[in-house]
Structures are given as structure tokens and as C-alpha cells.
């Protein structure tokens, strides 16, 4: 026997049993039945599973019978052994099948080959993904202590919370996106803030993300993280740290850079253009001038940056290039000049950050 699954919707509940020909299916009726007239098929079922050969119109036939007495549907179905990859899909196709439509799963994994609890696992995973709004409410596994006699039905749920915060961090190292994760945070003051500072970021605002974040890690620095939290706080950490540099340019710098890690190239020419800039704004008008400010940035931009004297220089080459890729990639065009090109095709193959 694989595994027993209670799936339910509003409306009704519903048990599903998974096993092989050869499980033992004729456990499941040693309970106070009215036979009536299939008492010979419960005979014969007894038979075929001494034989390892029960086939699938017996369990269907019988299913009412279980169906009637425990008061919800039940539903047996024969699986394969699922020792090889396509029988490995069958059994998650007759999960997905068995629970489609439902919005709460418990499941118990306690009797089966030894490999089948880790498919059934693999099974949840997947209808995750497929059947978004299914809720896993338990996982249930029981075990015999021979030297008490009795026996102890664990809860292995806690999986499941730790594979959302694994994709959940997935998704933020993939696409710079919290929103996830603040989702999942328990404390609904750090989740907020999360989910504000995503916000910013996703609309190119990293100088509004800043604070939110900064109070995120304050706080989780002075008081951790619990749960599946506690094991993705350092990365949270890590890849949040780029508010504590000091000066604008350096963080829109460092997140030029953690932007080509993840191979968002368009952001890393947004970021890194924009630093570049900020840099030179900084270091023509003054340490104590708001870099920041449109109207500098522009003026400045335009009369220092894109004037003749500017253009004989060595650093102009560079400046050229990254106001040219960043450009092409936020417009969709295809730029001529032959280095731009060749920046591009080097984004495209590598996403080295030097």
C-alpha cells in the first residue's frame, strides 16, 4: 500500500487508497460490513491478493462497501511499483487525478515500499504546482516502538513549509522578488516590509526599497527568524546587503552586479548605468551635493558628460558603451555599433561581472 489520501472540497470528503496488485487490500474491509450480495467478491479478493494479482474492477466494485460505512467517497486504485521513471509518472498522474478539484490533502505515507513515501513526497511538490490552491494539511507517518507496544503517528507537514521557503527564495534569486517570501514570513511587520520593498524594486525605486529593507534586517538581527525561516535568514541577509553601503552609487553598483548574477541583464545596464552616473554627478558637483535630484543628474549629464571635452577621454569609451547597452536593452533596439554587440553576446553566454 502506497499511501492514504484525504482529499476534500466544501462540499464533500473523499479517501483515496493507492497500492500495488499485490498490496493488501483485503485489510481494508475487516471492519463491521454489510456484505449483502458481495460477500463471494470479497472471497475472491482475498484470493487475488494471496496471488499479488488484485485487478482494479474488484477494488471498484468493492469500494461502496468502505465508501458507505466510514461516510465519504472511497476511491482504490491500483498503482505499479514505480520502480522506473514511467512508473514513476503513472503514480504522480493518479495523485493528481485522485485529488483534482480538492482543496485540503492529508497524507499517510506509513505503509508501502520503502521508495513510495519519497514519490508520495515528489507527488506533493507537483501538485503544488499544478493544483496551486490544494492545501496540504498533514503529512502522517505512524510508528511501532517495539519495546513500548505502541505506536506514534508523526506529522512530516514541516517539509512542505520548508520546500515553499526554498522556491520561494528561488523565485527572489531569480527574478529579485520578495513578495513571495513575505508571504510566508510569520511575522506580519517584516512580511510587509518585504512586500513594500519589492514593490519598489520591481518599479526601479531601489533608494525607496532602502528603508523597508534596512528595517527588516534590524529586526530579524535582533530577533531571528523561527521555523523553516531560521534556515534562509542568512541568505536573506546576505542578499539584502547591498542597503548598508553608504553611498548611492555603491548600492546601485553592488545591485547592478547581483542583478548579472541572476542574468537580469536589464536591470544590471539600468543599475550600472545609473551608478555610473551618480559617480560622476558626485564627483563634479560635491560629496555634500543630493546626487540624487533629477535636475542635477540631467544637467550635468548633458553638459559635462555628453560634451566634446568629455568624449576625448579615456573613461568616455566606457560611458559610451554602458549608456549604449543599457539603451538597446531597455528599448527593444538593436544597436550597430560593434561593441555593443559583443557586450551583449557576453551577457548572453556568461553573465560574468567583470
Request: include cysteine.
Amino acid at each position: 500500500m502506497l499511501a492514504t489520501y484525504c482529499a476534500s472540497t466544501i462540499s464533500q470528503k473523499k479517501m483515496v487508497v493507492l497500492g500495488t496488485a499485490g498490496s493488501m487490500w483485503d485489510n481494508l474491509f475487516e471492519i463491521n460490513l454489510d456484505l449483502g450480495e458481495l460477500e463471494d467478491q470479497l472471497i475472491q479478493l482475498v484470493d487475488s491478493v494471496e496471488l499479488q494479482a488484485v485487478a482494479q474492477s474488484q477494488l471498484t466494485e468493492l469500494a461502496p462497501l468502505l465508501g458507505k460505512a466510514l461516510g465519504c467517497e472511497v476511491e482504490l486504485t491500483i498503482i505499479p511499483a514505480a520502480r522506473n521513471q514511467q512508473e514513476q509518472i503513472q503514480v504522480l498522474q493518479s495523485i493528481a487525478d485522485a485529488t483534482f478539484g480538492a482543496e485540503k490533502l492529508t497524507l499517510d505515507v506509513t505503509h508501502g515500499f520503502r521508495h513510495l513515501p519519497m514519490l508520495a513526497y515528489t507527488a506533493i511538490l507537483y501538485l503544488q504546482t499544478v493544483q496551486p490552491q490544494l492545501r496540504v494539511e498533514h503529512i502522517l507517518y505512524g510508528e511501532y516502538d517495539p519495546e513500548t507496544g505502541k505506536g506514534e503517528i508523526h506529522d512530516l507537514v514541516g517539509l512542505v513549509k520548508i520546500s515553499n521557503w526554498q522556491n520561494a527564495i528561488q523565485h527572489s534569486e531569480t527574478t529579485g522578488d520578495y513578495s513571495q517570501v513575505s508571504e510566508l514570513v510569520v511575522d506580519k511587520e517584516i512580511g510587509g516590509w518585504l512586500k513594500e520593498a519589492s514593490f519598489y524594486e520591481n518599479t526601479h525605486r531601489a533608494g525607496q526599497a532602502r528603508s523597508p529593507l534596512k528595517k527588516v534586517r534590524n529586526k530579524i538581527s535582533n530577533e531571528p527568524l523561527t521555523g523553516p525561516a531560521a534556515l534562509f535568514q542568512p541568505l536573506l541577509l546576505e542578499r539584502t546587503s547591498w542597503v548598508e553601503e553608504n553611498l548611492l552609487y555603491q548600492r546601485q553598483r553592488a545591485q547592478a552586479y547581483r542583478s548579472l548574477e541572476r542574468k537580469d541583464f536589464l536591470r544590471a545596464a539600468l543599475y550600472g548605468f545609473e551608478a555610473f552616473i551618480t559617480r560622476k554627478v558626485q564627483e563634479i558637483a560635491g560629496a555634500g551635493s543630493n546626487v540624487a535630484q533629477y535636475e542635477q543628474r540631467r544637467k550635468i549629464q548633458e553638459e559635462e558628460l555628453d560634451g566634446p571635452a568629455y568624449w576625448r577621454t579615456d573613461e568616455a569609451k566606457a560611458y559610451k558603451m554602458l549608456r549604449n547597452i543599457r539603451n538597446t536593452l531597455a528599448h527593444g533596439n538593436q544597436n550597430s555599433a560593434k561593441e555593443v554587440q559583443q557586450a551583449q553576446f557576453t551577457l548572453r553566454s556568461s553573465g560574468i561581472k567583470n
